[in-house]
T-cell receptor, first 111, second 115 residues
């Protein structure tokens, strides 16, 4: 079935270091979404990518959609302790009625 | 606007007991979803609804039932709880399905323990 693979599962960095999480799909994607979940909280939508090769930035976060629309990445420049949490990518199911989430990358940051 | 709310926030059940989790949204969204989240497993879709009166199975529907009698409410039922259903349950809603801009708004979650 349709799967979304995310790597790494866990990442620990020192504050100020960069961080990247990768999302790979078994199918060509119509779009991809990214969510962040703080410890003890609920997932919160960050962004949606639609176009092949698309790059979007939100302050220190850079989101990229692969040229073949089968992968995506989230890069955080100069991490801060506020970046701690789990980052999920999600793709639409084939019927377009629901999202399939990756297992997430949990980021911890030490100061 | 309250967004998406979930009732209750916490619950402890004994094996074999039944319960209903309530999700309510005040954003007039068509689509509603129930997920469960277990350590290392991400968010797994249990059931979803594309509109009032409709329901559909997700990835892990066994042991759960749902109803969407009113557009703003989506109920998740456990008829005979099992320890394997110990999890955090999230409800979410969105305006559209997966092929258009469909940011999902999540509720705060219900932490369920089945002994």
């Amino acid at each position: 079935g349709q799967q979304v693979m995310q790597i790494p599962q866990y990442q620990h960095v020192q504050e100020g270091e960069d961080f990247t999480t990768y999302c790979n799909s078994s199918t060509t994607l119509s779009n991809i979404q990214w969510y962040k979940q703080r410890p003890g909280g609920h997932p919160v939508f960050l962004i949606q990518l639609v176009k092949s090769g698309e790059v979007k930035k939100q302050k220190r976060l850079t989101f990229q959609f692969g040229e073949a629309k089968k992968n995506s990445s989230l890069h955080i420049t100069a991490t801060q302790t506020t970046d701690v949490g789990t980052y999920f990518c999600a793709e639409a199911n084939q019927a377009g009625t629901a999202l399939i989430f990756g297992k997430g990358t949990t980021l911890s940051v030490s100061s | 606007n309250a967004g998406v709310t979930q009732t209750p926030k916490f619950r402890v059940l004994k094996t074999g007991q039944s319960m209903t989790l309530l999700c309510a949204q005040d954003m007039n969204h068509e689509y509603m979803y129930w997920y469960r989240q277990d350590p290392g497993m991400g968010l797994r879709l249990i059931h979803y609804s594309v509109g009032e009166g409709t329901t559909a199975k997700g990835e892990v529907p066994d042991g759960y039932n749902v109803s969407r009698l009113k557009k703003q409410n989506f109920l998740l039922g456990l008829e005979s709880a099992a320890p394997s259903q110990t999890s955090v349950y999230f409800c979410a809603s969105s305006t559209h399905g997966g092929f258009s801009y469909n940011e999902q708004f999540f509720g705060p979650g219900t932490r369920l323990t089945v002994l």
